[in-house]
Nanobody, 132 residues
Framework: EVQLQASGGGLVQAGGSLRLSCAAS????????IGWFRQAPGKEREGVAC????????YYSDSVKGRFTISSDNAKNTVYLQMNNLKPEDTAVYYC?????????????????????????WGQGTLVTVSS
């Protein structure tokens, strides 16, 4: 059974940092992509950052590029999202999810931008609140 456990959310002031963790189990971690998605109240869910260690690829949305870093510790089956210079508009529930294996590297972009029609597995969310 695929399980994803997200943690690390909290309340932080604008300009601050947080690191989210996504601990995964129940599947061959190295073969699958892991993504961080977020949903703010009244807004659609958006892909924030995704990683596919099989292809050594990452993807970032324009809204977080240069501020967020996604990384993977395959020995621990854990993906991290380091979030720096946080802004109030980053306030959302953050979810980690997994999909794949992907047949080509380009699929990571499809996945992270919401254009992937394959199966996803989702973890529970963790709330990030950025105060101004």
């Amino acid at each position: 059974e695929v399980q994803l456990q997200a943690s690390g959310g909290g309340l932080v002031q604008a300009g601050g940092s947080l690191r989210l963790s996504c601990a995964a189990s129940g599947f061959t971690f190295d073969d699958y992509a892991i993504g961080w998605f977020r949903q703010a109240p009244g807004k659609e869910r958006e892909g924030v950052a995704c990683i596919d260690t099989h292809y050594n690829m990452t993807y970032y949305s324009d809204s977080v590029k240069g501020r967020f870093t996604i990384s993977s510790d395959n020995a621990k089956n854990t993906v991290y999202l380091q979030m720096n210079n946080l802004k109030p508009e980053d306030t959302a529930v953050y979810y980690c999810a997994t999909a794949g294996p992907f047949p080509r590297p380009a699929y990571l972009t499809y996945y992270c931008t919401g254009h992937y029609s394959g199966l996803h597995s989702w973890g529970q969310g963790t709330l990030v609140t950025v105060s101004s």
